[in-house]
């Protein structure tokens, strides 16, 4: 871990960010922003890595686009642990091309806006997928890369909630990038409590606190805060 002063600065270039971008906050540079803070390293390389995956798309429509990241490339879910923080940290999962689902759709979301595929994100209770922001019909699990039409999105929800959650239309809404963010934190502020890793937990908690959606958490980032005194 660096020195706290740089620590610090990094969590207030994720704050400024989240400031400046009220509506929609950019996703690359948002979830980037978190694992320069998590990692305490400079991560800013992957976007250039992310315009790469870009350049090498065939053509610009969703299914290519599909084909190149899963087909070609190899992007599919994690290995080992699931809940492993770096499953969750957008530079690794580039790196690597392993991920939690909503990583793997960050990356396809990116890589799709700078390839002229615009693709949206699917909050989906249970599971994260994508979607064409231009077909309503056509989706893609991130873990598998696998196509699917509204129906097989239903059938896919009713498979992991074995029945016990009724089906609502709303279920694949799409999610816009501040909460894909709040949703990233989640994973990482659970795997952290699992691990009782008191540092890293204290650091998501200010990166949650400093979201206008989550400010009722600012005392229990104050709370755990009390690691760095």
Aim: charged letters at 25%; a negative charge; hydrophobic letters at 45%.
């Amino acid at each position: 871990m660096e020195a706290a002063g740089e620590q610090f600065a990094r969590l207030e270039t994720f704050a400024a960010l989240l400031s400046e971008h009220a509506a929609g906050v950019p996703l690359d540079r948002a979830a980037l922003a978190i694992a320069a803070v998590l990692r305490s390293r400079d991560v800013e390389g992957t976007m250039a890595t992310l315009d790469e995956l870009a350049a090498g798309c065939p053509e610009p429509t969703f299914e290519a686009l599909r084909r190149h990241l899963y087909d070609d490339l190899g992007f599919s879910g994690p290995t080992g642990e699931y809940d492993d923080p770096r499953h969750s940290m957008l530079d690794l999962v580039v790196a690597h091309r392993r991920g939690l689902p909503i990583l793997l759709a960050t990356v396809m979301i990116e890589v799709g806006r700078r390839a002229g595929v615009p693709v949206v994100g699917i909050g989906m209770p249970m599971h994260f997928l994508v979607r064409s922001a231009g077909d309503p019909d056509a989706f893609v699990d991130p873990v598998t890369g696998e196509a699917f039409d509204r129906h097989g999105a239903r059938r896919r929800f009713e498979a992991l909630t074995a029945g016990r959650v009724p089906w609502d239309d709303r279920h694949l809404s799409p999610t816009g990038s501040r909460l894909m963010v709040v949703r990233i934190l989640t994973n990482l502020r659970a795997s952290y409590e699992r691990r009782q890793d008191p540092v890293h937990l204290a650091l998501v908690a200010r990166m949650r606190a400093s979201m206008v959606e989550l400010q009722a958490e600012a005392g229990d980032a104050v709370r755990l805060s009390a690691v760095f005194n």
